[in-house]
């Protein structure tokens, strides 16, 4: 029994060698990265211990605390045949999710695996306490309590969607991966040569196909920001999100922070920086989607989620790729009662026969669909330009957010002037010989346009519910988001929407 115990201790030699060689950390100094001193409690570690050679069964799971709170652990073991599932690993797995559901507790998944073992499929596949479960238990979990995904190997075949259903996925680049067929299986059903790192590497996946969140230099890095994300997070979906003591911001808006000129790009964090707490910013997806920055950070202490136009890149226009990233951090924040600020700085979807053929339509109603079903307190600043339905993603005042604000350089309009004056009097402008009479039209409707969406114009209409000078917007946005504390959310009753996928 001793032996036995002692085996899953730590890792055989031959083992030990691969980790040092490719710079992973063993299975239990991962857990311990993560949990608070000594808090750690396994359960099932003797699972198939009268097979010498599959110690634990290739996974090790428990309960341990994190910054204080009760958080559950799936783990596996890269040492005991590459990390791979038997039947008593998936039976592990099972009950750690029932547990999370019974209990309302966090999972951590800590990903290290090449999939279920071919020799064990028709105990560990098709049946009722197969592999299936795991997902099934997964979607259910889904918004009640925090899934956190550390991909430190592969996460191979049917065992890929452990991240994908996860709350983030944090990936260690040069060694994490996941897709559905490997190198091999692609050569030879599809006859594609390709490398495990362009198939599904770390970049991959956080830089092209949005899998991925964020990108880790080693193990521990990976396990620093899952603690560091989890600390935005409550315990289940019944709590309010953390506080923490409130910290002065890194820097100070004034009116050179944001350009008037809506033409001239700017990059958004520099006012994300101004409104929130000093070193409190962690963006998720900073590489998949740039013209749209999504991040938690927090407001005098308070925990709030960030859905901010980057003009600084691609003009800030809203993507397919950018509408989904979207939809699912509000969708995030809505779950576990953290607060969302829009700083709108957008000239709405992009047009053409590319996107069209992509579904830019459909992707851009997720978006639309997640801002609209969110219940949490929400305010939306116009920083400059919000054009088109790009208003209407960014939570506009027809979307019921709790305060539609604006800087003195917004603009809110169904376009910008130049095209909305050609759209009105393409044929008219046309018509002019003159050069000089032409641009005097042209500037004479610009000026009537530009009258009609006039910011106190829009004021005195009740479209926006306050003009606030950039140095007051800290200050402003902190008191609405504390009056908001106590909101009321309802939702509408129905059994669900039909979502636009």
Same mark, same amino acid.
């Given at each position: 029994m001793a032996d036995a115990t002692a085996a899953t201790l730590s890792p055989t030699p031959a083992a030990a060698?691969?980790?040092?060689?490719?710079?992973?950390?063993?299975?239990?100094?991962?857990?311990?990265?993560?949990?608070?001193?000594?808090?750690?409690?396994?359960?099932?570690?003797?699972?198939?211990?009268?097979?010498?050679?599959?110690?634990?069964?290739?996974?090790?799971?428990?309960?341990?605390l994190v910054e204080g709170r009760p958080a559950l652990v799936v783990a596996n073991d890269s040492g005991v045949k590459a990390g791979s599932w038997g039947a008593r690993t998936v039976e592990k797995i099972i009950r750690i999710t029932e547990r999370a559901l019974i209990e309302?507790? &966090?999972?951590?998944?800590? *990903? !290290?695996?090449?999939?279920?073992?071919?020799?064990? +499929? /028709?105990?560990l596949f098709p049946g009722r306490r197969g592999a299936g479960k795991i997902f099934h238990n997964q979607v259910k979990l889904s918004g009640k309590v925090p899934q956190i995904c550390c991909l430190f190997g592969p996460s191979a075949a049917g065992g890929a969607y452990i991240p994908a259903f996860c709350d983030i996925v944090i990936m260690v680049d040069g060694n994490a991966s996941m897709y559905l067929g490997s190198p091999r299986m692609a050569e030879v059903t599809v006859g594609e040569k390709v490398t495990l790192e362009e198939m599904g590497g770390a970049r991959v996946h956080t830089e092209i196909s949005g899998c991925g969140d964020l990108l880790a230099t080693d193990d521990a890095d990976a396990i620093e920001q899952a603690r560091w994300f989890f600390s935005f997070l409550?315990?289940?979906?019944?709590?309010?999100?953390?506080?923490?003591?409130?910290? &002065?911001?890194?820097?100070? *808006? !004034?009116?050179?922070?944001?350009?008037?000129?809506? +033409? /001239?790009p700017f990059d958004i964090h520099r006012l994300i920086d101004g409104i929130l707490d000093a070193e409190t910013f962690f963006e998720i997806k900073p590489a998949f989607a740039g013209e749209l920055v999504t991040g938690l950070g927090r407001i005098e202490g308070m925990p709030v989620g960030v859905v901010a136009s980057n003009s600084a890149v691609r003009g800030g226009v809203l993507f397919i790729d950018?509408?989904?990233?979207?939809?699912?951090?509000?969708?995030?924040?809505?779950?576990?009662?953290?607060?969302?600020?829009?700083?709108?700085?957008?000239?709405?979807?992009?047009?053409?026969?590319?996107v069209e053929r992509q579904g830019i339509i459909r992707h851009g109603a997720k978006m639309i669909t997640a801002v609209s079903e969110a219940t949490v307190p929400q305010i939306s600043v116009i920083v400059r330009k919000a054009y088109g339905a790009g208003l209407y993603a960014m939570n506009g005042p027809g979307f019921e957010p709790d305060a539609c604000l604006a800087l003195p350089t917004a603009r809110i309009a169904v376009m910008g002037p130049d095209p909305a004056v050609r759209a009105v009097y393409a044929?008219?402008?046309?018509?002019?010989?003159?050069?000089?009479e032409r641009a005097a039209f042209v500037?004479?409707?610009?000026?009537?346009?530009?009258?009609?969406?006039?910011?106190?114009?829009?004021?005195?209409?009740?479209?926006?519910?306050?003009v606030v000078e950039p140095g007051a917007l800290r200050s402003e946005l902190a008191r609405r988001f504390g009056l908001l504390a106590g909101k009321v959310r309802r939702r509408t009753e129905k059994h669900h929407g039909v979502r636009p996928v």
């Open positions: 060698a691969k980790l040092a060689r490719t710079g992973k950390l063993y299975v239990r100094e991962r857990i311990a990265l993560l949990a608070d001193p000594d808090t750690f409690v396994e359960d099932g570690q003797l699972a198939n211990a009268l097979a010498a050679s599959l110690p634990a069964d290739g996974v090790v799971t428990g309960v341990c309302e507790l &966090p999972i951590f998944w800590l *990903i !290290d695996s090449a999939g279920a073992r071919i020799t064990d +499929q /028709v105990a409550p315990t289940c979906w019944r709590e309010p999100a953390p506080e923490s003591d409130p910290v &002065p911001p890194a820097s100070v *808006i !004034d009116e050179t922070t944001v350009p008037a000129a809506e +033409q /001239v950018s509408a989904d990233k979207a939809a699912r951090f509000v969708e995030l924040c809505d779950a576990y009662n953290i607060s969302l600020l829009y700083l709108a700085d957008v000239p709405g979807f992009m047009i053409g026969k590319e044929n008219r402008i046309d018509e002019i010989a003159d050069a000089d500037a004479e409707r610009k000026a009537e346009y530009e009258q009609d969406v006039n910011l106190l114009h829009l004021a005195s209409e009740l479209v926006i519910d306050a």
